[in-house]
């Protein structure tokens, strides 16, 4: 059961699209590339296509395009789906053409969320023009990055995405709220659920190859009215340095640089303990309590030290010298 590859493209509903031309290109960097009157496309790499924002899906949905290798993976999935009971679509040319892939299949998880897997992403033969100055985003094997799902019945969820599409438990948590984080290849997580009392797209991450690429994104949502959903901060998990801004459609997208990379054949799941961040990211969409029982959570992390190093891609750092005696000491006690 390892099919699955990566996060391949995503698909928006609702009308917004001057407000995602805006968003899409102007903040997050990515380029437009269709500006018909029914939907906006946009790329964020080599590929033709990435990210969809169609008036023709409902509003509030995301549609996840799922990438396997070829078409006998993508037969794998439909069997298995199939054999779960749940009915899978084998989507006629038209929809593949307009999602620049080979061949696509539909189906619905358990939340309701429409769901397509896919091989046989279309490369675009003209080079990818960022909508802003960025150094570009972190996609190739690891995807286009990651979604994070509300549920009302997360352990419904997690036995479909696990038992049926194959994904890997990263980690997991239950102590402030229940949420499962799953990997399909080198990123720490390519999907996540959370437990909640409706289903909802909780929010969408893409990575950037710079850690200013980011923080010169922040300046921009800080200028935007209610922006910012949560501010600046450094996740536990997958180490991200990431803030989230808030898309038009009411979902966050988070904007992050610095994910980890895990070994997926060898990773062990564990339970977290620490919160899902080491500091910063205040969630300024939870109720007060809430909030204060999330700060209390990042204040404990910090009073027991949890860090993490960064994680650096070549062409993004420098190795400083100027060390001193303690420094060293420190470090080659860690062996
Ligand atoms: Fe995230």
């Not at 994904?167 to 399909?184: C, P, Q, R, V």
């Not at 994680?311 to 001193?324: A, E, I, L, P, Y």
């Amino acid at each position: 059961m390892k099919e699955l590859q990566a996060l391949g493209y995503v698909g928006v509903g609702g009308d917004l699209l001057d407000e995602w031309r805006a968003f899409g290109g102007g903040l997050l960097g990515m380029q437009v590339v269709d500006s018909a009157k029914s939907r906006v496309t946009l790329r964020m790499d080599d590929r033709k296509q990435r990210f969809i924002v169609d008036k023709a899906q409902e509003a509030g949905t995301c549609v996840f395009g799922w990438e396997v290798a070829d078409s006998a993976a993508l037969s794998a999935i439909a069997g298995r789906v199939e054999a779960a009971g749940v009915k899978v679509t084998a989507e006629p040319q038209n929809v593949a053409d307009d999602r620049f892939v080979a061949e696509v299949i539909s189906f619905s998880d358990p939340g309701g969320n429409r769901v397509e897997v896919f091989h046989g992403p279309l490369i675009a033969d003209e080079p990818f023009q960022p909508g802003r100055t960025i150094s570009g985003f972190r996609t190739g094997a690891m995807g286009l990055g990651h979604a994070v799902l509300v549920v009302p019945d997360v352990e419904a969820a997690r036995v479909f995405y696990m038992d049926v599409m194959g994904f890997k438990l990263s980690d997991y948590m239950g102590e402030l709220f229940k949420a499962y984080f799953f990997h399909i290849n080198g990123r720490h997580h390519s999907l996540a659920i959370i437990q909640g009392p409706e289903k909802k797209i909780h929010h969408l991450m893409v990575e950037l190859c710079s850690l200013d690429d980011v923080g010169q994104g922040y300046d921009l949502a800080e200028q935007m009215e209610d922006g910012i959903g949560v501010t600046l901060g450094r996740h536990t998990n997958d180490f991200m340095t990431s803030f989230y801004a808030n898309s038009p459609s009411k979902f966050m997208v988070e904007y992050g640089w610095g994910g980890r990379e895990i070994d997926p054949e060898n990773w062990v799941a564990s339970e977290l303990h620490d919160g899902p961040s080491m500091w910063g990211h205040e969630r300024y969409w939870l109720p007060d309590d809430a909030r204060a029982l999330a700060l209390e959570q990042r204040l404990k992390a910090a009073r027991d030290g949890v860090r993490q190093p960064v994680q650096v891609m070549d062409g993004n750092f420098n190795k400083m010298t100027g060390s001193c005696a303690w420094w060293d000491g420190l470090q080659s006690k860690k062996g």
